[in-house]
């Protein structure tokens, strides 16, 4: 997978936002990449982790493929991820103009050619189903997660919706920082604020009860970038975690 499109929809005071995180590809020096059809641009030597982006949509489709094909490179769980895009939606937006403008996001480039790659995770938790059936309505199929203060994930694949505890969500963005494996792109007009948002990321679990205090999770300013980057963060790991075991 390439790209992994996080969602969160806001809710009256609350911005709606979107973040985009893209994984990288290995490219082992083991392998001769011309064998396979894939010639680098200048400037790009095999050897490492590289950016789809990078290589383009042809190559980075064939680099996948040898990879899964014959299990090159390190273990799932090392794969790095970087943010690419962030994006703040005015106060008041109505849905229907978002669902609008990310439909447009998904028909551009590097997107478009790339959507058997790209899968968007969209927070229900606040909004109910009517928003996500939107999406569908424009030929989208996200993924939606209702987010609670429990300890299980469960999946339905009827409408292609997960129930996800928080607590996997925080737990997701530290591992990756922790590791180094969340990178993002500093020419991001709002990188600062999604780097100060992630230091106040947490969860706090009632000793009476063992689950989270999930009524009051969002708090301080605002929470909405760093919430669409773990649903991006949270899913790709969490479908790293089933290639690893297929």
């Not at 789809?52 to 680099?63: H, M, N, Q, T, W």
Request: one cysteine or more; hydrophobic letters at 45%.
């Amino acid at each position: 997978m390439f790209y992994y499109v996080g969602l969160d929809l806001g809710q009256s005071q609350d911005y709606t936002a979107l973040a985009v995180l893209e994984t990288q590809l290995w490219t082992g020096s083991l392998v001769d990449w011309a064998d396979f059809g894939v010639f680098f641009p200048d400037g790009i030597e095999p050897g490492g982790w590289v950016s789809p982006s990078a290589v383009g949509p042809l190559y980075a489709e064939r680099i996948l493929a040898v990879n899964a094909a014959y299990r090159v490179g390190p273990l799932a769980g090392d794969v790095p991820v970087a943010v690419r895009h962030l994006q703040r939606f005015e106060l008041g937006t109505k849905y229907t103009d978002i669902v609008r403008a990310v439909h447009r996001l998904l028909s551009r480039e590097p997107f478009r050619r790339r959507l058997l790659y790209t899968r968007l995770l969209v927070d229900r938790t606040g909004v109910g189903a009517s928003v996500v059936d939107s999406f569908f309505e424009r030929g989208v199929r996200p993924i939606s997660v209702t987010i609670h203060g429990g300890s299980a994930v469960t999946w339905e694949p009827a409408d292609l919706s997960y129930r996800v505890p928080k607590r996997d969500l925080v737990a997701a963005v530290q591992v990756l920082l922790q590791n180094g494996r969340l990178k993002i792109a500093p020419e991001l007009e709002l990188a600062p604020v999604l780097k100060k948002e992630l230091l106040n990321f947490r969860v706090k679990i009632d000793p009476r009860t063992a689950h989270d205090s999930y009524e009051h999770w969002r708090e301080g300013d605002h929470d909405d970038l760093v919430l669409a980057t773990a649903l991006a963060c949270w899913f790709s790991e969490y479908v790293r975690k089933w290639e690893a075991v297929a």
